[in-house]
């Protein structure tokens, strides 16, 4: 199983940036994606969580401002985050309860003041 994800970079405060994660090496759909982040010298803490049952689940401080959705592909996940504050700033990872040990190589968010 391996984990891409992609989309990050470099934005203004109140900027916008949309993320994606492709997970391969997989034969069935997995019910649940998720979306993890990182900040320098801070634990991993979780973003925002899909399930194929439509449920939702946010972090309350991006609530309101980031929306997890499945892709068009198969076990592929986007995470669509508006109204970015400095504080946004970490490397995004994808998660995949199924496979618990597995992570992506992130992608670096980086919002200015």
């Known amino acids: 199983v391996q984990l891409v994800e992609t989309g990050g970079g470099l934005v203004q405060a109140g900027g916008s940036l949309r993320l994606s994660c492709a997970a391969s090496?997989?034969?069935?759909?997995?019910?649940?994606m998720a979306w993890y982040r990182q900040a320098p010298e801070k634990q991993r803490e979780l973003v925002a969580v899909?399930?194929?049952?439509?449920?939702?689940n946010y972090a309350d401080s991006v609530k309101g401002r980031f929306t997890i959705s499945r892709g068009d592909a198969r076990n592929t996940v986007d995470l669509q985050m508006n109204s970015l504050k400095p504080e946004d700033t970490a490397v995004y990872y994808c998660?995949?309860?199924?496979?618990?040990?597995?992570w992506g190589q992130g992608t670096q968010v980086t919002v200015s003041p």
């Open positions: 090496g997989v034969a069935y759909t997995m019910s649940t």
């Open positions: 899909i399930t194929n049952g439509g449920s939702l």
């Open positions: 998660y995949v309860p199924d496979f618990p040990r597995v």
